[in-house]
């Protein structure tokens, strides 16, 4: 009773795998014709960091004397931000050790003796 259906199944999986094969054939022929297309858009490993900043400086050098003093206002507010939380991560670091030490000095006071 079960030979006839592993027949089957064996035929069917041969069936298959002949039509992987020439699938397989036909794209390995078909890529093998196509030549390679580059891309017109710059790739990480090449971004020019100059031609940016040039862009940049570039930029402000447009803006209005109103404009510039807005952007430095911004641009000081960020770096403000940025210097006062890299100070509150400091800070937290430092009481973490201190009650850190604190906690392993009553552990070995009261606990250990």
């Given at each position: 009773m079960n030979s006839p259906n592993n027949r089957d199944l064996e035929q069917k999986l041969q069936e298959l795998e002949r039509e992987l094969?020439?699938?397989a054939s036909k794209t390995?022929?078909?890529t093998a014709v196509e030549?390679?297309?580059?891309?017109?858009?710059?790739t990480s490993n090449s971004l020019n960091?100059?031609?940016v900043a040039t862009t940049l400086?570039?930029?402000f050098n447009a803006l209005p004397?109103?404009?510039?003093?807005?952007?430095?206002l911004v641009a000081s507010g960020f770096a403000l931000s940025v210097v006062s939380g890299?100070?509150?991560?400091?800070?937290?670091?430092?009481v973490l050790a201190i009650v850190g030490t604190l906690g392993y000095c009553a552990y070995q006071w009261f606990i250990k003796d």
């Open positions: 094969d020439r699938a390995e022929t078909n030549p390679e297309i580059q891309p017109n858009y710059p960091f100059d031609g400086k570039n930029g004397p109103a404009g510039k003093i807005v952007v430095a890299v100070l509150h991560l400091l800070t937290s670091l430092i």
